[in-house]
């Protein structure tokens, strides 16, 4: 059963324009989210995170959104530039971080020219 | 500074064999953590060292087992190699590892693609 669900596999996106990627959870138990971008040939980094007691965390043109009642979290890139097309993977743990981090599957972002 | 480096890059092995992956983390970074991405799937954790102890582990069989080294660096053995196994097998390091504090990020190398035939 998947705890943490990227629904879209990949999105298209003009350059300059917003992306947003979506993830959605179904653990209560997590309480510490992050997002990790993913270059073909090269291991995930890490992008921004964002705990449970906060709603919103910002860092430059990146942006995460928590929902905690609908259990969905959302990140936001503005504005959308060429370098960000990447596998945008979304991950949580839990307290004491029992059972490592939970990956989505991960969403393909393309960014169009 | 180096990142996580891992070796080898490509690995190929057939079914029964055992295959043995290697990761040497950050500079200063104390504990390492193993996981398996195949194709189309997210990464699952399989396990985490931390002075040289599993400190961790995930939903993988016994034949998943490894080591930490007193350098810190770390070996991933995948025994009875299944057609299964097939996947990229990342490693990530930390500064600390005694659990796995929230606000840590792990710093994953670029992977070993472990081919079983």
């Known amino acids: 059963d998947q705890q943490v669900k990227q629904n879209s596999p990949s999105l298209s996106v003009q350059e300059g324009r917003i992306s947003i990627l979506n993830c959605d959870y179904t653990?209560?138990?997590?309480?510490?989210f992050l997002w990790y971008k993913k270059y073909p040939a090269e291991g995930p980094t890490f992008l921004i995170s964002?705990?449970?007691?906060?709603d919103k965390n910002e860092d430059g043109r990146f942006t995460v959104f928590l929902n905690k009642s609908a259990k969905h979290l959302s990140l936001h890139i503005v504005p959308s530039q060429p370098g960000d097309s990447a596998v945008y993977f979304c991950?949580?743990?839990?307290?004491?971080?029992?059972?490592?981090?939970?990956f989505g599957k991960g969403t393909h972002l393309i960014i169009q020219p | 500074d180096a990142g996580v480096t891992q070796s080898p890059t490509h690995l190929i092995k057939t079914r029964g064999q055992q295959a043995t992956l290697r990761c040497s983390p950050i500079s200063g970074h104390t504990s390492v953590y193993w996981y398996q991405q195949a194709l189309g799937q997210g990464p699952q954790f399989i396990f985490q060292y931390y002075e040289e102890e599993e400190r961790q582990r995930g939903n993988f069989p016994d034949r998943f087992s490894g080591h930490q080294f007193p350098n810190y660096s770390s070996e991933l053995n995948v025994n009875a190699l299944l057609l299964g196994d097939s996947a990229l097998y990342l490693c990530a390091s930390s500064l600390k590892g005694q659990g796995y504090a929230t606000n840590e990020k792990l710093f994953f190398g670029s992977g070993t693609q472990l081919s079983v035939l």
């Open positions: 653990n209560s138990m997590f309480d510490y």
């Open positions: 991950a949580a743990i839990g307290a004491g971080g029992a059972d490592g981090l939970t």
């Open positions: 964002i705990s449970s007691i906060k």
